[in-house]
């Protein structure tokens, strides 16, 4: 089992930045991957960024040019860098991890861009 704890959502205006956390846990094995996804309300999850451990990251249309992710190696931390934030990135985003036991999720952190 892995442990996943998220941290630095919050409020931001247009245009603003934030950057989120999340530190692995427990039963690590490799290879594995990382990554962010998120859900607005109404619709479905979608990935937003991946990494694995050999840092090959992964960025979706949506993210590409405004976030960055970014992840310490041997130390199972990733970040999102997010700038340039808009309403519509408006979500609750979930930190993952997938092993060969299948996905872990983390419980999700709030971000919400309004003025």
């Known amino acids: 089992q892995v442990h996943l704890v998220e941290s630095g959502g919050g409020f931001v205006q247009p245009g603003g930045s934030l950057r989120l956390s999340c530190a692995a846990s427990g039963s690590i094995d490799t290879p594995n991957l990382m990554g962010w996804y998120r859900q607005a309300a109404g619709k479905e999850r979608e990935v937003v960024a991946t990494?694995?451990?050999?840092?090959?990251?992964y960025m979706s249309g949506s993210a590409k040019g405004r976030f960055t992710i970014s992840r310490e190696h041997g130390k199972n931390t990733v970040y999102l860098q997010m700038n340039d934030l808009k309403p519509d990135d408006t979500a609750v985003y979930y930190c993952?991890?997938?092993?060969?036991?299948?996905?872990?999720w983390g419980q999700g952190t709030q971000v919400i861009v309004s003025t």
């Open positions: 990494i694995d451990d050999y840092l090959i990251p």
């Open positions: 993952s991890f997938s092993g060969k036991t299948g996905v872990q």
